[in-house]
């Protein structure tokens, strides 16, 4: 089970059932800079085969960091399943983009994953907020389903 099928499944549950961004601007610790910065968001998202997905997003880097010291990892571990699948792992750059489909003014930060995988994005709700949403940047229904809370 890959975790893209996740996000169709997600997007699904969504659609049939009804249900179903931190600000990085905090300083730095001592001995590191911007750039070594490293974010943490996590939260358990909806699975219809399972107890939910544990998800474990690190951004490294900050909003204003160069594009190319902005990665990021993403863990998803399956809570009993009953294939008992393995956690995914993802890692790759993360950018900014601007605006939503129904707010121009959103702070959206798309994760691209250096090998296979498909593009994820999250809205930033607030500081210590981020809600999964979809490739149109679009919020799904019930979206507090799919946020993650910094740590």
């Given amino acids: 089970m890959r975790f893209r099928t996740l996000l169709a499944g997600s997007a699904m549950l969504a659609a049939l059932a009804g249900c179903a961004t931190g600000q990085m601007d905090g300083q730095p610790g001592e001995g590191m800079t911007a750039d070594d910065e490293v974010t943490t968001y996590q939260g358990t998202l909806p699975c219809r085969n399972c107890a939910g997905i544990d998800l474990n997003v690190q951004l490294k880097g900050t909003e204003q960091s160069p594009a190319e010291e902005r990665t990021f990892d993403l ?7 009953p294939q008992n699948p393995p956690a995914e792992n993802y890692a790759g750059q993360w950018e900014v983009l601007n605006g939503t489909a129904t707010d121009p003014q959103a702070t959206v930060y798309e994760l691209t994953p250096d090998n296979e995988g498909q593009i994820y994005y999250f809205m930033k709700l607030n500081q210590n907020t981020l809600e999964l949403i ?3 940047r679009r919020r799904f229904q019930n979206g507090e389903m799919l946020q993650l809370k910094r740590q």
């Fill in 134 to 136: 979809d490739p149109q």
């Fill in 75 to 81: 863990t998803a571990k399956y809570r009993e399943h």
